[in-house]
């Protein structure tokens, strides 16, 4: 398996220099350097493809442009939810006008929204401008799809129904140079009844820890400090391997590589948060104090139709095991309402939760019905007036619980690492606590990337202004 992902990765690169040639003879008949623009919807994965995508594009010859008015547009689709799909063909109708004036103009689709087939059906039909189709599972491949779509002149539409090797070592680029993610995991095995991502995304495959160490040892030689390790439930990485390992010693691997200060990971299903990564989390000096365990409901009868797998009861003990371990860990969490036959008193279960976990924050969800999905298929759909009431309930009692949590710490000295100068104030940057949350401080550009002890003088709620000490 492994051999054959190092065959297809030398074979790409040998495809990316070919290409390379023919961009550049297009780019001497236009006579100027050809641009590139990814637009990317959803999740981290998808932000991490695009920097993979990216890299490719970039050793072909395109440069980065800020806008959609380019040579070769990318859109990265999500599928979470409906209302990402309609964002899509809303970017397409734009992309439509600006081809007309730029013959050179290449759109792509990538991303979940082409794992459906239903979606590339509706393309294929009534929106015949688009050059490239690919999905989830080979966008390693995007410099041959492109040199196919050269010589064809015809929609290239290539899609796998699951993934085959684990392609390593391709070029990427990164959107910072001091802070990176990193796959540790691909799929989902949990099939929540209400989820598309593990038919579009296909089964958890875990990467090898050593491939994760070497990626990460390389990126701490370029500079960076902080990881977040990726996947749908990297507490269940590693299980499948020939050689299985936990989620757990990973960490502590990743935890000794010089020089690296940060690790930060995403996201935890609560059904598999073992003791032992609670233990590794508390004694570790790297890991971020801050766990996003999304509890989708409260209500343990929902919880059973969501397919999740654990109770109410055993997903607040498990929040208490970790406070109690990590007194200052700050937990954040994903919350959808109206899943079907949601009744009053099951939305009632989630207000409790949400008061009794004291969330920092928590991403909050009107339930969207996907095709294919278990749950698509239940009766009981929850009326629209009703489910808006809950969610702007939901959203009172969040600000209510984030609100007593986020100011935590004013008057405390805190570790920060700096992102950039501030936006809206130029003597100013911004960067972030260990537990994610934002500060403001008085300093200058010198400082991005690194790590800064910053005394935390005012809480404004989402954000704390502060002095560097
Ligand atoms: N409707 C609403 N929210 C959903 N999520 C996943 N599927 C759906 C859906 N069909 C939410 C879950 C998940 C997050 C990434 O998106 O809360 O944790
Ligand atoms: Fe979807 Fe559940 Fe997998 Fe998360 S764990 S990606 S919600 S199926």
């Known amino acids: 398996m492994k051999e054959q992902g190092q065959l297809e990765a030398s074979r790409q690169l040998e495809i990316i220099e070919q290409c390379k040639k023919r961009i550049q003879q297009i780019s001497e008949e236009a006579g100027r350097t050809l641009t ?56 397409l109708g734009m992309l ?64 796998w129904k699951d993934a085959k090797e684990i392609v390593e070592d391709l070029p990427s680029v990164r959107k910072y140079s001091f802070k990176a993610g990193v796959n540790i995991m691909f799929g989902c095995n949990n099939f929540c009844s209400y989820c598309i991502v593990p038919y579009v995304r296909g089964r958890e495959r875990s990467r090898e820890p050593e491939d994760i160490i070497h990626e990460i040892e390389q990126m701490v030689s370029e500079g ?32 000794q590589i010089e020089g690296l200060k940060r690790i930060r990971f995403m996201t935890s299903h609560p059904k598999d948060l073992s003791d032992d990564l609670i233990a590794v989390m508390k004694n570790s000096k790297k890991i971020c104090k801050h766990m996003h365990l999304p509890v989708q409901s409260g209500s343990t009868r929902l919880l059973e139709k969501m397919n999740r797998r654990y109770t109410k009861e055993h997903y ?14 700050s937990l954040t969490t994903d919350i959808i309402v109206g899943f079907p036959g949601e009744t009053e008193e099951d939305f009632l279960e989630t207000i409790d939760v949400v008061r009794k976990a004291e969330y920092d924050s928590a991403y909050t969800f009107i339930y969207s019905k996907r095709t294919g999905t278990p749950a698509a298929a239940m009766e009981e759909q929850v009326p629209e007036e009703v ?22 710490l004013e008057g405390e000295t805190a570790e920060v690492l700096v992102e950039g100068v501030s936006e809206q104030d130029a003597s100013m940057v911004t960067g972030r606590l260990s537990n994610n949350l934002l500060v403001h401080f008085p300093g200058t550009e010198e400082l991005v990337g690194s790590l800064v002890m910053v005394k935390l003088e005012e809480s404004k709620g989402f954000y704390y202004i502060g002095a560097k000490v």
């Open 36 to 91: 590139y623009h990814i637009s990317t919807f959803g999740c981290q994965m998808n932000f991490k493809d695009s920097e993979k995508l990216a890299g490719i594009l970039e050793q072909l010859g395109y440069q980065e442009v800020d806008s959609e008015q380019a040579d070769f547009v990318l859109l990265n689709t999500c599928t979470v939810r409906e209302n990402a799909n309609l964002k899509v063909y809303g970017h």
């Open 96 to 159: 439509k006008s600006y081809k007309k004036k730029n013959p050179h103009m290449i759109i792509a689709l990538c991303g979940c929204m082409m794992q459906e087939e239903l979606v590339v059906a509706k393309l294929k039909e009534s929106y015949r401008f688009v050059d490239i189709i690919f999905g989830t599972h080979n966008i390693y491949k995007l410099a041959e799809l492109i040199q196919t779509r050269l010589e064809s002149d015809r929609m290239v539409v290539d899609l």
């Open 224 to 255: 960076v400090v902080e990881v977040m390790l990726l996947g749908q439930n990297v507490n269940s990485y590693g299980k499948t391997l020939e050689q299985p390992i936990s989620f757990a010693e990973l960490l502590q691997k990743v935890e």
């Open 316 to 329: 607040l003990a498990l929040v208490d095991k970790l406070k109690t371990a990590i007194p200052d860990i």
């Open 387 to 408: 489910v808006k009431e809950r969610f702007q309930r939901l959203l009172d009692v969040v600000a209510e619980s984030s609100a007593k949590r986020t100011g935590r």
